[in-house]
């Protein structure tokens, strides 16, 4: 069988032509991995994009309707899924009770806190999109036998913990 090329192939034989004394391995890997993230990105705000979600708005749904029932999480703990400052996380939530996607509920087991709670539209909305999502990711990965994902998942896990610990 011809071995494929592809772009990040011939970019680095043209650096290896002009920079014979580096290790371009790693480019091999990572430019690749660079380019298919464009693909996802693409691909993700599209299923958003038609579920009438913003890729911010998918952040909070998601983390709320992964929650389970009764789809709600404090400010706190939404800051701690989704990176943002608290201030970003107020004004987040802030406009999603606009949109009618989440509504503010006081905490019964402290009445100083609120709890966001996924409205029924919201549910619906990031349902919609979660479906899209991993229907539009099994095309990128479609080329990839049920093994070659698991083998590829579990090389990228191993080298994402290096980054999440």
Known sequence: MAHETDEVDRIV?????????LDFSPLEVLSRVDRLSR????????AFRR???EPWEWDVLSALRRAGEPFQL???ALLQ????????MTNRIDRLVGRRLVRREDDP???????VTLTGDGKTRVDAAITRLVDAEALLLGTLSRSDRERLAGLLRKLSLGFDS
């Open 13 to 21: 034989e043209a650096w290896i032509a002009q920079r014979p004394d």
């Open 39 to 46: 693909h996802l990105d693409r691909a993700r705000r599209d």
């Open 51 to 53: 579920s009438d979600l």
């Open 74 to 76: 404090s400010p706190k």
């Open 81 to 88: 899924q989704t990176l943002v400052s608290s201030g970003t």
């Open 109 to 115: 087991d402290d009445g100083r806190s609120i709890l």
